[in-house]
């Protein structure tokens, strides 16, 4: 009687742990487009009131979008050294605003390096979550959750690991999205034009170009 028992017990316990098996194997793959910030995490984000370009001096000396927003169903704009070519490879990479880096990686191929940072706006009453997305890139030189200042660097200018002519891949995304996505579609999604929003949000007269307060 009790060998039987053991054998009910026994049985069960392979029964139960192939369910489990069967059970995590059948899950659907995540998606990446539903990775979303939670409301605390949003909470979190330092309020950015200044953006300023990426490359070159806060105005985007020496630097020209090769490949604007929309262009060729371009999401973003890509950014050069006024050299061309890969005259820019290694040139720092600047954060536009004050944020939290929210992506490090690489996210597939195309893409090469990727840093997002978030940043929360405020708008007359309201407050609105913006990402910008800094890809191709040689180094990168910030961590998973650092809070980044304007005009930090936060890597260099790269080629994708040799796919294209050393230049940043700069994009501006609204909504609290982890997803870095794709860099061409037929609709703009949830992206803003960077050279617009850039403009829109310079929060500083033409000749201030002072960098961020430096924290003590």
């Not at 060998?3 to 017990?9: D, P, Q, V």
């Not at 060729?72 to 954060?95: E, K």
Request: charge should be neutral.
């Amino acid at each position: 009687m009790k060998a039987r028992l053991a054998w009910i017990i026994v049985l069960m316990l392979v029964v139960s742990v192939c369910w489990l098996i069967i059970r995590e194997h059948s899950k659907p793959p995540f998606d990446p487009a539903f990775d979303r910030l939670s409301p605390v995490e949003v909470a979190r984000l330092p309020l950015a009131t200044r953006f300023d370009t990426p490359m070159g001096s806060e105005h985007g000396a020496l630097t020209y979008n090769a490949q604007p927003f929309r262009i060729n169903r371009h999401l973003g704009d890509d950014l050069n050294g006024i050299g061309g070519l890969n005259s820019d490879l290694g040139d720092a990479v600047y954060a536009s605003g004050f944020g939290r880096v929210v992506y490090v990686g690489v996210p597939g191929p195309g893409w090469g390096k990727m840093v997002i940072l978030s940043h929360r706006v405020r708008e007359a009453e309201k407050t609105r979550v913006i990402q910008t997305v800094y890809a191709h890139l040689d180094q990168i030189l910030v961590k998973q959750d650092q809070v980044v200042q304007r005009g930090e660097k936060i890597g260099t200018v790269g080629t994708a690991d040799g796919q294209y002519l050393a230049h940043l891949h700069f994009e501006v995304r609204e909504g609290p999205y982890v997803n870095p996505g794709v860099g061409y579609a037929d609709a703009p999604l949830n992206r803003l034009s960077p050279e617009r929003f850039l403009v829109e949000h310079r929060g500083a007269g033409d000749d201030l170009l002072n960098p961020a307060p430096t924290p003590k």
